[in-house]
C-alpha cells in the first residue's frame, strides 16, 4: 500500500534537504508513524510543486512575523492542506489566524506526543484540529459577522430526525469541517452522490448554508444521534 505523501517546510536551512535534524525529528517521526511519505523544502516552494502533497506542514518558527502569512502559500488553494507546527505557548494567537486563515490545523511544542498522533489521524481524515477555545472563539467572531437571522423554530430542527442515516453521518463530517470531497472520500462515494445528500439534508432542515446546519444539527443532537 502506498503511503501518502506529505511536505515538511521550514525556513531552517540546516533542516532543508534532510530526513532528519534534532529540532523537528520528533515531529517528523510522528507523521511517519501516521503512514505518511515526508519531503522537506523551504517556505518559499514552488505552489505548482506543493499540489503532489496531500498534507503541508509548515515550521511556525517565525509565525510572528509580520511577513509570515503574506507568502504566497498562505494565500493559494492549497492553503487547507496546511498544518503549523512547532507553535510556542506564547503564539497562541496565531492559533486564531490560521484558523481563520482556512488552515487545516496546529501544533504546539508543548503537546503530548499521544495527541499529537491522535491530531494527525484527524487531519488524515479530512477534520480540522485546533483547541477548543479557538474554535469557540472563531466561532463568535463568525457569527458576528453574519446579519441577523430569525432563530430556528423547533419545528425547524424537529424535521432533522427525518434524516437517513447516511445524512446523519454526511451532517456529522460536516459539522466537523469535512468539505464534499472529503465527504465523498470518508464514505467511499461519489461527490455528486454527496451533492445530492447535502442538497436534501437542506431540504429536510430548511438551512440556507452550512451554518445554519450546524447550529440546526447541534439544536436537534444530531451529531449525538448519528
Not at 10 to 17: D, Q, S
Not at 82 to 104: D, M, P, T, Y
Not at 138 to 162: C, D, F, G, N, V
Amino acid at each position: 500500500m502506498n503511503k501518502l505523501k506529505a511536505c515538511v517546510l521550514t525556513n531552517k536551512k540546516t533542516e532543508i534537504g534532510l530526513s532528519r535534524h534534532h529540532t523537528i525529528a520528533p515531529f517528523m517521526s510522528l507523521i511517519d508513524a501516521c503512514g505518511f511519505d515526508l519531503i522537506t523544502g523551504p517556505i518559499n516552494t514552488c505552489l505548482d510543486e506543493l499540489s503532489f502533497y496531500e498534507l503541508i506542514f509548515v515550521d511556525a518558527y517565525k509565525a510572528n512575523d509580520p511577513s509570515f502569512f503574506q507568502q504566497p502559500i498562505f494565500t493559494s488553494p492549497d492553503k487547507d492542506r496546511i498544518v503549523l507546527f512547532g507553535l510556542s505557548s506564547e503564539q497562541k494567537n496565531i492559533e486564531s489566524i490560521a484558523l481563520l486563515k482556512g488552515l487545516r490545523g496546529v501544533f504546539f511544542e508543548h503537546d503530548a506526543l499521544d495527541n499529537i498522533v491522535k491530531g494527525i489521524q484527524k487531519i488524515k481524515k479530512g477534520q480540522y484540529w485546533f483547541t477548543r477555545d479557538t474554535m469557540e472563539l472563531a466561532l463568535r467572531q463568525l457569527l458576528e459577522e453574519l446579519p441577523y437571522q430569525e432563530p430556528i423554530q423547533q419545528s425547524q430542527y424537529k424535521q432533522t430526525h427525518s434524516l437517513t442515516k447516511r445524512e446523519r453521518m454526511i451532517v456529522s463530517l460536516i459539522c466537523q469541517g469535512a468539505k464534499n470531497k472529503e465527504v465523498a472520500e470518508q464514505l467511499h462515494i461519489s461527490i455528486n452522490t454527496v451533492k445530492t445528500h447535502v442538497y436534501s439534508i437542506y431540504r429536510k432542515t430548511k438551512s440556507r448554508n452550512r451554518v445554519e446546519l450546524i447550529n440546526c444539527s447541534f439544536l436537534a443532537g444530531v451529531l449525538e444521534s448519528s
